[in-house]
């Protein structure tokens, strides 16, 4: 009988990059984790010892636990949060299933220090279009779902940087920024090593919107089209990147699960 407690890879493969994933926890050992610092999409750290005080962060919220070969530690996290109303699951046969299906996994050594609250802070130019909302939607969707972003003016990122331990992104002269004929959204990608077949189809669209070689990908001029609408609609730009959420949430779906379908009309055969 399948456990009613567990989830398996597959299952939770189709839900990492999506906005209702669930928290993924990764629980293993110390040395477990040395032995291979990587990282399941948008995970976070936590001691099992000391699962009775952190419990509670995620009431209320659906998870995932993980630790290296979903035994006692992932299932026993698991069974601590659903005492504490955590609709959680343990992922069956743990990160070494998860490793072996050649699902992604993030580069732990890239992502950036994080803040008292364990956040990731980053820092861009104001007023974002295309790679200013591609990266944030990368982020929070694969590496840091509670990741912090500031857009301020042009001029002073460096210096908001500085004095607030912020990440400068996707401006000239920076680690994360573009490189070559590549956006920052590819850059992300690459450090983060998240390459998969979906988030190479959307870079392409993002790469061609961004750049100004709409001729890279036909959906590429609609996509820019979109953005650029979305730039006129909010005067906040945090209220921006909310709405981008959705539409990158949007054209994710659509690199990864409907790309080669099609719509005509009239349906169901010919017009009578």
Known sequence: ??????????????????????????????????????????????????????????????????????????????????????????????????????????????????????????????????????????????????????????????AVADRFGAVPFDIDGVFWSHRGERCSFDTMIEEFDLRNEALDRLALIVRAADTARLDLAPQAAGFLAASLGLSRMFRDDLEQLEAGMLLYDAFFRWCRDAADETHNWPAGGKAQ
């Open 1 to 158: 009988m399948p456990s009613t407690t567990a989830i398996t890879v597959p299952q939770l493969s189709r839900l990492v990059g999506l906005p209702d994933a669930p928290v993924l926890i990764d629980v293993r050992t110390d040395e477990d984790y040395g032995a291979d610092p990587r990282l399941l999409p948008a995970s976070c750290r936590r001691d099992f010892k000391t699962v009775s005080t952190w419990a509670v962060e995620f009431s209320g919220r659906k998870a995932a636990v993980i630790c290296q070969r979903g035994q006692k530690l992932s299932q026993g996290v698991a069974a601590w949060l659903r005492h504490e109303g955590v609709a959680a699951e343990s992922l069956e046969g743990g990160f070494e299933a998860w490793a072996a299906a050649k699902v992604p996994l993030v580069n732990a050594s890239a992502i950036p220090p994080r803040d008292g609250k364990g956040r990731t802070v980053w820092v861009t130019r104001s007023r974002p279009k295309v790679d200013r909302i591609a990266c944030p939607w990368l982020i929070r969707r694969f590496v840091d779902r509670d990741a912090v972003f500031l857009f301020v003016d042009a001029a002073e990122v460096q």
